[in-house]
């Protein structure tokens, strides 16, 4: 199923590329692009044309920071019409939540979840993607972070930024944007902070330009409305990991009783157990190319009580256990940095 991102999301990259010696034309057009896209902020990209792209920029040029280069310019009125509703609400609260709410007109694939607990807030970021793109990954992380910090004029510190790909050879753009304590081979992609910050008044907020932004929104989302499986899909990949993704309890976190949820989704032609299987497929690739998960590991991750359980449903879809299928897919360097891991 291919999932669309806004190409205001490429936003800068032909410039930053350009000053890192590549040639932006001849790039985009590798990837199936035409050059005028990129200027195109509503035209709809494949999220994994873009994905490929901003990881080839950086291979390309050496640049393992090349998506937050590329977030350090962002605005909030990169995000269009969403960006109407977020600049006038009244607290980073509904600024969060408005955004969580219309993300789906951004980027398809992107999922954002906000969890408060014990004084702490914790923003997750994840994609639906079956591989991993640490790029994109920066590049999300960079842009939420600068539109939380904007619409607090640059006063907004969070405790700690967290990301699931290892550490790239040199984090002193991430220390320098983000102020605070950065993780790699984190559990999640998100930022931590704290909880009174939700609260903090926006003294740019106006309702009236609210309710204005709010209508225009309503209409131009008109026909992409995300589809039900695509909410489905997405409540799996974060709720997987906990072990709550059950029909049962995405149906509660959709508002919607059990049968009407199976009735929708039967609508669309999709079943719960086809998304669960799908995006267990999506994350099961992911999770054994990462060096730093064990098979144990990612077998509790996606839900299954034992190693064996995991280790029969993968060789039966992907024709062999998940540690030869890692140790043909994974590159010389990682793979000797997983058997390591294996040892120790």
């Known amino acids: 199923m291919v999932t669309f991102v806004r190409a205001a999301s490429l936003t800068n990259f032909s410039e930053l590329l350009s000053e890192l010696g590549g040639d932006p034309d001849a790039a985009l057009r590798r990837a199936g692009l035409r050059p005028s896209m990129v200027s195109e902020q509503d035209q709809l990209i494949d999220v994994l044309v873009a994905g490929r792209l901003l990881e080839d920029a950086a291979a390309a040029t050496g640049c393992t920071n090349f998506g937050l280069r590329m977030a350090q310019s962002r605005q909030v009125s990169n995000f269009g019409i969403v960006s109407l509703l977020l600049l006038h609400q009244p607290t980073l609260r509904k600024v969060l939540s408005t955004l969580i709410e219309h993300v789906h007109l951004l980027n398809e694939s992107l999922m954002i979840h906000m969890d408060e607990e014990n004084g702490v807030v914790v923003l997750r970021e994840e994609f639906t993607l079956p ?86 929104v309503d209409t131009t989302q008109q026909g992409r409305q995300a589809s039900i499986a695509q909410r489905v899909r997405k409540a799996i ?4 990991p906990s072990g709550n993704a059950t029909c049962i309890c995405v149906a509660q976190g959709l508002g919607r009783s059990v049968r009407t949820l199976q009735r929708e989704l039967d609508g669309e032609g999709f079943s719960f157990t086809d998304l669960l299987v799908e995006v267990r497929y999506d994350l099961a690739q992911r999770y054994v190319r990462n060096p730093e998960y064990s098979v144990g590991q990612i077998a509790s991750m996606l ?20 540690e030869v299928w890692r140790e043909k897919n994974l590159p010389p360097g990682k793979l000797q940095r997983t058997e390591a891991i294996n040892r120790a």
Request: proline content about 6%; hydrophobic content about 40%; glycine content about 4%.
């Open 237 to 240: 990949y974060l709720m997987l």
């Open 303 to 322: 839900g299954y009580n034992s190693h064996s359980a995991f280790t029969r449903w993968f060789s039966t879809l992907f024709g062999c256990p998940p």
């Open 131 to 216: 591989e991993t793109f640490p790029q994109s990954m920066e590049l999300a992380i960079g842009v939420l972070f600068r539109t939380c910090n904007l619409l607090m004029h640059e006063r907004w510190r969070p405790q700690r930024v967290c990301f699931s790909h290892t550490t790239p050879r040199d984090i002193s753009l991430h220390k320098q944007m983000f102020g605070c304590r950065v993780e790699f081979d984190a559990d999640f992609n998100g930022i931590v902070f704290r909880t009174e910050d939700l609260d903090a008044h926006n003294p740019m907020a106006d309702p009236v330009l609210v309710r204005y932004a709010q209508s225009i």
